[in-house]
């Protein structure tokens, strides 16, 4: 792991400034006395201390923060006993669940090497992600569920820079993925909470076009993709700021550049093909295809990673459906950009895309009022996972379809119609 002295770190730090202070306020909109749960990589902590500072700027009540570190995790797979992979930390997770429930905001920070694990037993790997899934499943329903105000950003860790841009030295590499991340997340400009606003406001226009045209379903066409994935009865687009249970407008992912809503778990067909590769706890899957059946599965092939993708599908019943159907113009900014960041927090926002697993009960009118057993009865999928992954491109047509039948388009060649 690389540490640099301030003076050294190829890092911008005025723009590491603002994307800390966008974090709270912004991501988040902290409230006063409110606490904070904060996750992050050890290599990320120049970020960590902003987030705190703005934090408590912002009148944070506690400020609570839990490190991962590469060769720690490496040093499990490497000498941990094998029944050790079938755990998990089910007390720090009950904790952060109880945090949850108390009203605790909770900020994530993303930065891990995408390929920390692509060497190691992919039995283990999805052993240990099993346990992990199982254990976060508490709070994992409360985040998914818009219970709390929450939000994702990034930190140019060394060894993602160095996949990213194998071809310069470190410093060069760390300086060319922050710069990036800094664009992708509007904190390159003088005033990046105006940005964030105005950026608000036109993910908002498109989220009520597509809930004004109440679509069933909607068809997917392309190289490798004839898929029809309905949508979930009484469905609601969103995109951008969204409002938690807590009544407090918070942006979840910093950046974003998509519209989405939740499938009907029973109702998607066809087969469908990924147009960039999906990182998935340190392993490289790349060219997915699989095809459905009754909005289930029921084949899945990958050029890599392979066995990786099948054991995810395999977690639960609903690993194989649904959750999430999100549209995203292929010229967005991050697309735009040609980075291929193999970070699904970024990617995800280069192209359509769709996820596996746990969907989200906010997509739904009125979704603060629903049961879990009401979501079920409209169409929404429960799982352990919710696993993004790319599915658009130039050469994807999209059409929305109506209850009789009648087509809209929605997108030609990859742009909005």
């Given amino acids: 792991m690389t540490f640099m002295p301030p003076s050294q770190n190829p890092v911008d730090p005025v723009h590491l400034e603002k994307l800390a202070e966008v974090a709270v306020k912004v991501g988040l909109q902290l ?3 409110q606490d904070l749960v904060i996750t992050a990589p050890v290599v990320a902590l120049p970020l960590v201390r902003l987030i705190t500072k703005h934090a408590y700027m912002a009148g944070a009540g506690l400020v609570s923060t839990f490190y991962a570190d590469e060769e720690t995790t490496l040093a499990r797979y490497e000498y941990g006993p094998d029944e050790s992979f079938d ?4 007390w720090l997770y009950d904790g952060m669940a109880k945090a949850y429930a108390n009203g605790s905001a909770r900020l994530a920070v993303a930065g891990d090497n995408p390929m920390l694990l692509s060497a190691q037993d992919p039995a283990k790997v999805a052993r240990a992600n099993r346990a992990n899934s199982a254990a976060y499943k508490p709070a ?3 985040i998914s569920n818009f219970e709390i105000n929450w939000n994702i950003i990034a930190y140019p860790n060394p060894s993602w820079a160095k996949l990213v841009f194998p071809d310069d030295p470190e410093p060069i590499a760390i300086a060319k993925l922050a710069k990036a991340i800094f664009a992708a997340s509007r904190v390159d400009v003088p005033d990046p909470v105006a940005a964030w606003a105005e950026h608000n406001a036109n993910l908002h226009k498109r989220s009520a076009w597509l809930n004004g045209q109440r679509f069933a379903s909607l068809h997917f066409r392309g190289p490798g993709t004839d898929l029809t994935v309905g949508l979930a009865d009484g469905h609601e687009w969103m995109g951008g700021a969204s409002t938690s249970k807590l009544g407090i407008v918070c942006n979840p992912n910093i ?15 066809g087969h469908v093909s990924s147009t960039k590769p999906l990182s998935h706890q340190g392993t490289l899957i790349d060219n997915i295809q699989v095809r459905f059946e009754g909005g289930r599965i029921v084949e899945a ?3 890599r990673g392979e066995e990786v993708l099948n054991k995810v599908l395999d977690t639960d019943e609903g690993a194989r459906r649904l959750g999430e ?9 991050i697309s735009a950009s040609g980075v291929l960041f193999y970070n699904t927090l970024f990617d ?11 969907c989200y009960s906010k997509c739904f009118l009125d979704g603060a009022k629903l049961s879990q057993e009401q979501i079920k009865a409209q169409g929404g999928n429960s799982s352990l996972i919710h696993i993004d992954w790319m599915i658009g491109s130039d050469k994807v047509d999209i059409d929305g379809i109506k ?3 009648s087509r809209v388009p929605v997108m030609r060649q990859g742009e909005w119609a």
């Fill in 348 to 358: 995800e926002n280069a192209s359509c895309h769709i996820a596996l697993g746990q």
């Fill in 87 to 90: 755990r998990a930390a089910g």
């Fill in 325 to 333: 159907v999100a549209l995203v113009p292929h010229s967005s900014p």
């Fill in 31 to 33: 409230q006063k006395g």
């Fill in 301 to 303: 092939k990958a050029s």
């Fill in 403 to 405: 209850p009789d039948g």
């Fill in 140 to 142: 994992l329903e409360k």
């Fill in 255 to 269: 950046p974003t550049e998509e519209v989405f809503t939740t499938p009907h778990a029973l109702r998607v067909e």
